[in-house]
C-alpha cells in the first residue's frame, strides 16, 4: 500500500506542476502578444510621422502649390484640384503604391487651393489606415 500512495502523490504532484505551467505559458504568450501588438502601432505611428513630415516638408518647399508637391510625394494620381487635395497611398511597408494595395492613406488638404498666389498657404494632413483609423492629424503653413 506504501508503494501505491506514493505513485499516487507523484502523479498528483506532476499534475500540479503542469497545471501551474500551462498557466504561466498562458501568461506569456498574452504579454508577448500583447507587446507584438504595441510594438505595430509604435511602428506605425512612426512611420506616419515620417509621411507626414515629408508631405509638410514638400508643401512647404512648393509655396503651397499641391500640384507640386503631390509629384513631390509620389501622389501624382491622387491629386485633386477641384478640392485641393493630395492622397498619397501607403502599403504595409509604408512604400507609396496604388489605392488598391493600400494599408495606409495620408490625405494633404489645403485651406485655401484656388488662390496660390496667397503670402500664406495653410493645409491639414492626416495620416490614417485604410479603415479609417487615425494615427496622426497636423496643420501646416507655407509661404
Same mark, same amino acid.
Given at each position: 500500500?506504501?508503494?501505491? &500512495?506514493?505513485?499516487?502523490?507523484?502523479?498528483?504532484?506532476?499534475?500540479?506542476?503542469? *497545471? #501551474?505551467? !500551462?498557466?504561466? =505559458? %498562458? @501568461?506569456?504568450?498574452?504579454?508577448?502578444? &500583447?507587446?507584438?501588438?504595441?510594438?505595430?502601432?509604435?511602428?506605425?505611428?512612426?512611420? *506616419? #510621422?515620417? !509621411?507626414?513630415? =515629408? %508631405? @509638410?516638408?514638400?508643401?512647404?518647399?512648393?509655396?503651397?502649390?499641391?500640384?507640386?508637391?503631390?509629384?513631390?510625394?509620389?501622389?501624382?494620381?491622387?491629386?485633386?484640384?477641384?478640392?485641393?487635395?493630395?492622397?498619397?497611398?501607403?502599403?504595409?511597408?509604408?512604400?507609396?503604391?496604388?489605392?488598391?494595395?493600400?494599408?495606409?492613406?495620408?490625405?494633404?488638404?489645403?485651406?485655401?487651393?484656388?488662390?496660390?498666389?496667397?503670402?500664406?498657404?495653410?493645409?491639414?494632413?492626416?495620416?490614417?489606415?485604410?479603415?479609417?483609423?487615425?494615427?496622426?492629424?497636423?496643420?501646416?503653413?507655407?509661404?
Amino acid at each position: 500500500m506504501n508503494q501505491r &500512495s506514493r505513485s499516487t502523490l507523484f502523479l498528483i504532484e506532476q499534475l500540479i506542476v503542469v *497545471a #501551474v505551467f !500551462a498557466i504561466c =505559458s %498562458a @501568461a506569456c504568450v498574452r504579454i508577448l502578444a &500583447s507587446a507584438f501588438i504595441t510594438a505595430r502601432e509604435s511602428r506605425d505611428k512612426s512611420y *506616419a #510621422v515620417l !509621411a507626414a513630415e =515629408s %508631405a @509638410a516638408e514638400s508643401f512647404k518647399a512648393t509655396a503651397g502649390d499641391l500640384g507640386r508637391t503631390a509629384v513631390m510625394l509620389g501622389a501624382a494620381s491622387g491629386y485633386s484640384d477641384a478640392d485641393g487635395t493630395v492622397t498619397v497611398f501607403y502599403d504595409r511597408q509604408w512604400h507609396v503604391c496604388g489605392s488598391r494595395e493600400a494599408n495606409y492613406r495620408l490625405r494633404l488638404v489645403s485651406a485655401n487651393p484656388e488662390t496660390p498666389g496667397l503670402p500664406l498657404s495653410l493645409g491639414e494632413i492626416t495620416v490614417e489606415t485604410i479603415t479609417g483609423e487615425s494615427l496622426l492629424a497636423i496643420t501646416v503653413a507655407a509661404r
